[in-house]
T-cell receptor
Framework: SQQGEEDPQALSIQEGENATMNCSYK?????LQWYRQNSGRGLVHLIL?????REKHSGRLRVTLDTSKKSSSLLITASRAADTASYFC?????????????FGKGTKLSVKP | DGGITQSPKYLFRKEGQNVTLSCEQN?????MYWYRQDPGQGLRLIYY???????QKGDIAEGYSVSREKKESFPLTVTSAQKNPTAFYLC?????????????FGEGSRLTVL
């Protein structure tokens, strides 16, 4: 089963530009999380937004959540070559345990210097 | 440094062999998880454990087995019954299995069947 689906699948931008990735999900959620994965490495948690929040910031990251549209977006401002990675959204099925954290297929971001 | 350690990083297996992937955490987390990642895909849950001596099947448990004898350790055995085991395996942990909070991941183990 797949809860979240990221869009676009791949994104290529120049350093300094902003990168926006979108995530759509199917069922009601308690929270939605974004993770980053460098090639061949483990995932790193970036940010969690709860269902009663609409926007959250962390450094150069801005996440929005629209529960009416079942969608979220991740904005990386002033991107750097080091931001090159795959980005995944994930959410637990409503009422499920954390073990049911469902991941999307990810957006592969390439930031060219 | 606190974290999750997976070993080995790379593993090659002949068909018909069982292999065990190690996952150790020193974060004092109650919950631990195993995910499988195939190229260009998201993560799929294999097994998870909310507490010592207890674990539950995830979406793709067939051909895998786990144990949770210690809080710190959650090894995954890929058995010969797993028909397509070549993949990247990720272990994760969280404070609890409650429906909040982030997962902490290890660096992964890449299994290749020869």
């Amino acid at each position: 089963s797949q809860q979240g689906e990221e869009d676009p699948q791949a994104l290529s931008i120049q350093e300094g530009e902003n990168a926006t990735m979108n995530c759509s999900y199917k069922t009601s959620i308690n929270n939605l999380q974004w993770y980053r994965q460098n090639s061949g490495r483990g995932l790193v948690h970036l940010i969690l937004i709860r269902s009663n929040e609409r926007e959250k910031h962390s450094g150069r990251l801005r996440v929005t959540l629209d529960t009416s549209k079942k969608s979220s977006s991740l904005l990386i401002t002033a991107s750097r070559a080091a931001d090159t990675a795959s980005y995944f959204c994930a959410s637990p099925l409503y009422g499920g345990s954390q073990g049911n954290l469902i991941f999307g297929k990810g957006t592969k971001l390439s930031v060219k210097p | 440094d606190g974290g999750i350690t997976q070993s080995p990083k790379y593993l090659f297996r002949k068909e018909g062999q069982n292999v065990t992937l190690s996952c150790e955490q020193n974060l004092n987390h109650d919950a631990m998880y195993w995910y499988r990642q195939d190229p260009g895909q998201g993560l799929r849950l294999i097994y998870y454990s909310q507490i010592v001596n207890d674990f539950q099947k995830g979406d793709i448990a067939e051909g895998y087995s786990v144990s949770r004898e210690k809080k710190e350790s959650f090894p995954l055995t890929v058995t010969s019954a797993q028909k397509n085991p070549t993949a990247f395996y990720l272990c994760a942990s969280s404070f609890t299995a409650a429906n909040t909070g982030e997962l902490f991941f290890g660096e992964g183990s890449r299994l290749t069947v020869l």
